[in-house]
């Protein structure tokens, strides 16, 4: 059985940092890819981050230079560290892990709250 837990969810002010992790388990983490998308309040999900089974990282525009993904394969685990949060960041933050040889992201967490308030 599948699983993808997201932690690391909170109440942060404008300005702060925030690091969330994804622990899978019932995969072969090391050959998956792995990412992070949000999805806020009437608005569609979004990709935030992607890292691939040989660490290459993409991220959009509105995130680059503010948010890092990275994976330890030993710990069968994905983080998303957040630095200079704004508002507009403020979304449920969800992991997602495919194999590579999918497009489509096939496997999802129960997601993890982040508010970016003052």
């Known amino acids: 059985q599948v699983q993808l837990v997201e932690s690391g969810g909170g109440l942060v002010q404008p300005g702060g940092s925030l690091r969330l992790s994804c622990a899978a388990s019932?995969?072969?983490?090391?050959?998956?890819?792995m990412a992070w998308y949000r999805q806020a309040p009437g608005k569609q999900r979004e990709l935030v981050a992607n890292i691939t089974s040989g660490s290459r990282t993409d991220y959009p525009n509105s995130v680059k230079g503010r948010f890092t993904i990275s994976r330890d394969n030993a710990k069968n685990t994905v983080y998303l560290q957040m630095i200079s949060l704004k508002p507009e960041d403020t979304a449920v933050y969800y992991c997602?892990?495919?194999?590579?040889?999918?497009?489509?992201?096939?496997?999802w967490g129960q997601g993890t709250q982040v508010t970016v308030s003052s």
């Open positions: 997602a892990g495919r194999s590579s040889v999918f497009v489509e992201y096939t496997y």
């Open positions: 019932g995969i072969i983490f090391s050959i998956f890819d």
